[in-house]
């Protein structure tokens, strides 16, 4: 189920020079006095933040930096101490488990969550590899100035771990889909999770990179992406997927699409485990 650690794919980055840079400014509502409630969801991409009261978004804001996120920027490497958590605000974020150069990819990290969370439970080392899958940006915070805030601020410490559950279901449902369900069934999935973690459906993502992630032979990869667009549900350009019909995508998807997506929309609320 590993494959070789894949290139990420070339796509157009217009964050400039450098494998990390900071955004000019940082929203005001981050370090501003909480006066203007209604704007807040405008104002903020990430769905953590954006669910914090205007207080608590208040107290962690002084703590937020922008970053730009460039292409295959390593965010955390495995074994080693977690040092920042990103609040995703537009990109995607491979998340890997390494082993004896060969990759298995367990989520993908957009704006609904964050990277960085295993020290949630208590690790101070990161058990993933956190790769820029596409580009886009962030806030970051210190570890130890979460860890602060959220001794203070108890809503703050829910909302991550409502986002955490989520994301260990992800990872669980992932490793179970691997051994259960068909190419065609994991690729639309796969597809339908990426999507919604951007938020767009144009993906630039290659055959060798679905390859690697999903642990397919890259022909069945080309085989089932060339079925998908001879029924028009997607079109294949140079290093770019767009889905073009997304209905009839989710329903080439396995079970656990659903699954994993109702996971996180529950997250957003009142988490509530699903069955597997």
Excluded at 48 to 55: F, N, V, W
Excluded at 159 to 168: K, P, T
Excluded at 209 to 231: D, M, N, P
């Amino acid at each position: 189920m590993t494959a070789h650690v894949p290139t990420v794919p070339e796509v157009p980055d217009c964050s400039g020079d450098g494998a990390l840079k900071r955004v000019p400014t940082i929203h005001p509502i981050l370090h501003g006095p909480p006066t203007v409630g209604s704007k807040k969801q405008a104002l903020l991409k990430n769905a953590i933040l954006a669910r914090l009261s205007l207080e608590d978004l208040a107290a962690i804001g002084g703590s937020l930096e922008p970053i730009v996120l460039k292409e295959r920027m390593v965010l955390q490497e495995p074994k080693r101490a977690v040092e920042h958590v990103y609040f995703m605000e537009s990109g995607l974020v491979s998340l890997r488990v390494i082993a004896a150069g060969s990759m298995l990819e367990t989520a993908v990290i957009g704006y609904r969550g964050a990277v960085g969370t295993s020290f949630l439970w208590g690790g101070h080392i990161s058990p993933h590899q956190s790769v820029v899958l596409f580009p886009g940006s962030a806030y970051r915070i210190p570890v130890e100035n979460l860890r602060r805030l959220m001794k203070e601020r108890p809503r703050i410490r829910e909302r991550l771990f409502e986002y955490l559950q989520a994301l260990i279901f992800q990872c669980v449902q992932t490793g179970l889909c691997g051994v259960r369900h068909d190419r065609e069934q994991r690729l639309a999935s796969w597809l339908c999770l990426a999507s919604d973690a951007v938020d767009a459906c144009l993906l630039p993502v290659t055959h060798d990179y679905l390859s690697s992630v999903l642990g397919l032979r890259r022909a069945g990869v080309t085989e089932t992406l060339i079925r998908f667009e001879r029924q028009g549900v997607i079109r294949k350009m140079r290093g770019v997927l767009q889905i073009d019909q997304r209905e009839s995508l989710e329903q080439k998807a396995c079970c656990c699409y659903k699954l994993v997506s109702s996971a996180y929309a529950s997250s957003l609320s009142a988490f509530a485990p699903c069955a597997v």
